[in-house]
T-cell receptor, first 114, second 113 residues
Framework: GENVEQHPSTLSVQEGDSAVIKCTYS??????FPWYKQELGKGPQLIID?????GEKKDQRIAVTLNKTAKHFSLHITETQPEDSAVYFC?????????????FGQGTTLQVKP | GAGVSQTPSNKVTEKGKYVELRCDPI?????LYWYRQSLGQGPEFLIY????????DSGLPNDRFFAVRPEGSVSTLKIQRTERGDSAVYLC???????????FGEGSRLTVL
């Protein structure tokens, strides 16, 4: 079946450093790629997303890049802060069209040390 | 509150019992989704409703799982003859339309003893 691979599974950085999380996907028809942040005991919360007609998108300290040819996309967080510590999930749409039917990666636990 | 509401937040049951999990989506959201998240994993898609109808139930693992949304708002996920492997957090999400941003609830944690 279609899947999304996410790396690394854990990431520890010093406050102020950058963090990068990478994902690859297998479904050529996927055209929507969101990133979610999940804190303990909470549901995932969308932090940024990108659609297949765009190669890069930035929102303050967060940016996402997409390479459709290679089927991979990445999350970049700059100037990390302790409150960025959480589990981050990438996802890809199951086919095109519906952006709610998603295949999620396995998650990355980000720890930002003060 | 304006978010997606799920009840109960925690449910402990015995193997073989029947369980219902409820989701109250954001008002006006026509699309509703159920996902299952096992410990240390990403959420897995179960079923998608557009209005009252189940538009895609391809993620339901077997016929013990069933979901309804009779009036196009609140949805109930029903699990018959629960098994220990059903233990997980069941997440509900809604969006204004099928290409809109997905908003997740906090989930219902199911533990089958």
């Amino acid at each position: 079946g279609e899947n999304v691979e996410q790396h690394p599974s854990t990431l520890s950085v010093q406050e102020g450093d950058s963090a990068v999380i990478k994902c690859t996907y297998s479904d050529s028809a996927s055209n929507y790629f969101p990133w979610y942040k999940q804190e303990l005991g909470k549901g995932p919360q969308l932090i940024i997303d990108i659609r297949s007609n765009v190669g890069e998108k930035k929102d303050q300290r967060i940016a996402v890049t997409l390479n459709k040819t290679a089927k991979h996309f990445s999350l970049h967080i700059t100037e990390t802060q302790p409150e960025d510590s959480a589990v981050y999930f990438c996802a890809a749409s199951r086919g095109s069209g519906n952006t709610g039917k998603l295949i999620f990666g396995q998650g990355t636990t980000l720890q930002v040390k003060p | 509150g304006a978010g997606v509401s799920q009840t109960p937040s925690n449910k402990v049951t015995e193997k073989g019992k029947y369980v219902e999990l409820r989701c109250d989506p954001i008002s006006g959201h026509t699309a509703l989704y159920w996902y299952r998240q096992s410990l240390g994993q990403g959420p897995e898609f179960l079923i998608y409703f557009q209005g009252t109808g189940a538009a895609d139930d391809s993620g339901l693992p077997n016929d013990r799982f069933f979901a309804v949304r009779p009036e196009g708002s609140v949805s109930t996920l029903k699990i018959q003859r629960t098994e220990r492997g059903d233990s997980a957090v069941y997440l509900c999400a809604s969006s204004l339309y099928e290409t809109g941003e997905l908003f997740f609830g906090e989930g219902s944690r199911l533990t089958v003893l």
